[in-house]
């Protein structure tokens, strides 16, 4: 079955520490997305990439990092210098960022990271 | 900074009973929009989209959009006890390479 998947469901750290979230997915879809859910919040945009070695920051970049050297897989370093860590972490991918009538995202089902 | 705005809820209707979820937009430029449910602890699902002024239905679901208002809904006829969740309206930015997302409402339906 196509999807995709996100590693692992729940992540604890220490704070200071990096910490590296893992995406993947075989929809053979270009772009993918990364987005933050705290609690009563919605989803802010943390990075997107269109295409393979590409990507752009979204609204919330700054303490995170990405990479996305194959199609399949574009995962996520929160740094040290993220200020407040602890969230839900959903990633998405949509057929093509290009094609906004036939864009709609799917999401992995989370990795839950709590940092203390 | 371009927003989606929704009104947190919660809003609570009995079963049977039509719920109305409403959704503004900051961005004139965007073109889509999105309904997505969100189950407690769970990742968004996809409900419907729509791009063109009007009503589009699918199923039990109506959206209706109105780009002169900035303004897009989603009713759900026949309300179940099942359709209880948090519901989140997105717009596609002007670049159309992002889904801007609302901070969601939260329905419930009583039996």
């Known amino acids: 079955d196509g999807g995709i998947t996100q590693s692992p469901k729940y992540l604890f750290r220490k704070e200071g520490q990096n910490v590296t979230l893992s995406c993947e997915q075989n929809l053979n879809h270009d772009a993918m997305y990364w987005y933050r859910q705290d609690p009563g919040q919605g989803l802010r945009l943390i990075y997107y990439s269109q295409i393979v070695n590409d990507f752009q920051k979204g609204d919330i970049a700054e303490g995170y990092s990405v990479s996305r050297e194959k199609k399949e897989s574009f995962p996520l370093t929160v740094t040290s210098a993220q200020k407040n860590p602890t969230a839900f972490y959903l990633c998405a991918s949509s057929i093509s960022a290009r094609e906004p009538y036939n864009s709609p995202l799917h999401f992995g089902n989370g990795t839950r990271l709590t940092v203390t | 900074q371009k927003e989606v705005e929704q009104n947190s809820g919660p809003l609570s209707v009995p079963e049977g009973a039509i719920a109305s979820l409403n959704c503004t937009y900051s961005d004139r430029g965007s073109q889509s929009f999105f309904w997505y449910r969100q189950y407690s602890g769970k990742s968004p699902e996809l409900i419907m989209f729509?791009?063109?002024?009007g009503d589009k239905e699918d199923g039990r679901f109506t959206a209706q959009l109105n780009k002169a208002s900035q303004y897009v809904s989603l009713l759900i006829r026949d309300s179940q006890p099942s359709d209880s969740a948090t519901y989140l309206c997105a717009a596609l930015n002007q670049a159309g390479t992002a889904l801007i997302f609302g901070k969601g409402t939260t329905l419930s339906v009583s039996s």
């Open positions: 729509i791009y063109s002024n």
